[in-house]
């Protein structure tokens, strides 16, 4: 039932990518995305920390599975808080132009 349900969630995600990627206007395919992305966050969550939980009491140990759990809560936070996509998506394109710049200069050398 679990599997059933992520992949039903995932499926949703992946057709709901392909509508945003046919959108003209790029700050609408941004709110999109973003909320399609929150949306699988929250659907995934219960699923996610349920199996930690399970698999942690099962195990007698800490399971893996709470770093993606971990990760999905980083990545609500950011969903939250507009001005941190901004951020992020700042320090992100200047990583990249970075890289490209290095590369550049290392292919004229």
Known sequence: ????????VDLFFVVGSLWVACGKDLASMRRLI???????VMAHMPLIVSLSVV???TNHKVSVRW??????VA???LI?????????RRALSALIEA????SAAAGVA
């Open 1 to 8: 039932t679990v599997i059933v349900i992520s992949a039903g």
């Open 34 to 40: 973003w909320r399609l992305v929150g949306f699988w």
């Open 55 to 57: 698999f942690s009491i």
């Open 67 to 72: 770093v993606w759990a971990s990760v999905q």
């Open 75 to 77: 990545v609500m936070f």
């Open 80 to 88: 939250v808080r507009p001005e941190w996509q901004v951020q992020v």
């Open 99 to 102: 890289k490209s710049s290095h």
